[in-house]
């Protein structure tokens, strides 16, 4: 496979429910990001990992929690979430430059929360 | 603070003709890139181009072409010719100017551009 996979597409989750969703890079980068895209929001960074170490949490609840065991392989670990979560969650990874690197994204995952 | 606008929300047209989507930015660095993104149904952002802010050279690939002007904050974006297959959501976005690892995104609301036959 190459660029960036996401599994699962789709998640369908109640509210008490834990699950992960997975992303995957094949693109020998050092970075990997998670946003969260809702309806007619602008897309919002989640998280950022470079060389497996997190740099960047955006104020995520603890509900949302993300596991980077390599620079290839992104985990975000979901429990107890509420029906405002449901968005589509995107995976993005890039070389790990500052400012200049460019993101590469996945498909996403479509969750919904019931 | 940094800021991407694009301000249509949606547009819609006929195959063929030619469209352009704007995208006005704000920010406080010297050095910063601009990025356009396409966003098919499928879900996934799809690359189309980084420019950076010293290199204000148009640029043309194949029906898409991209014109950067620094005097107005503008990098627009224009589709000639368009086809159904150009229907997207359009994201243009700003890279962050700190020093970190990785670049930091800052995108605009998108363009929902809806190309009919």
Redesign the interface.
């Known amino acids: 496979e190459t660029g960036v996979t996401q599994t699962p597409r789709h998640l369908v989750m109640g509210m008490t429910n834990k699950k992960s969703l997975k992303c995957e890079q094949h693109l020998g980068h050092?970075?990997m990001?998670w946003y969260k895209q809702s309806a007619k929001?602008?897309?919002e960074?989640m998280f950022?990992y470079?060389?497996k170490e997190q740099?960047?949490n955006n104020s995520v609840p603890s509900r949302f929690s993300p596991e980077c065991p390599n620079s290839s392989h992104l985990f975000l670990h979901l429990h107890t979430l509420q029906p405002e979560d449901s968005a589509?969650y995107?995976c993005?990874s890039?070389q790990?430059?500052?400012?200049?690197?460019?993101?590469?994204?996945?498909?996403?995952t479509?969750l919904t929360v019931l | 603070a940094q800021k991407v606008t694009q301000a249509q929300t949606e547009i819609s047209v006929v195959e063929k003709e030619d469209v352009t989507l704007d995208c006005v930015y704000e920010t406080r660095d010297t050095?910063?890139?601009l990025?356009w993104?396409k966003q098919p149904p499928?879900?996934?952002?799809?690359?189309l181009i980084?420019r950076?802010s010293f290199d204000e050279q148009n640029e043309i690939s194949g029906r898409y072409s991209w014109n950067f002007q620094k005097s107005t904050s503008s990098f627009n974006f224009t589709i000639t010719a368009s086809q159904v297959v150009d229907s997207a959501v359009y994201?243009c976005a700003l890279?962050?100017?700190?020093?970190?690892?990785?670049?930091?995104?800052t995108?605009?609301?998108?363009t929902q551009l809806t190309v009919n036959p």
Request: glycine letters at 14%; a neutral charge; charged letters at 20%.
């Open positions: 050092n970075a990001y929001k602008p897309l960074l950022v470079n060389f740099t960047e589509l995107l993005a890039s790990g430059q500052p400012r200049t690197d460019t993101q590469y994204f996945g498909p996403g479509r | 050095t910063y890139y990025f993104y499928s879900g996934e952002l799809v690359f980084r950076n994201f890279s962050e100017g700190r020093e970190t690892s990785g670049s930091r995104l995108f605009g609301e998108g």
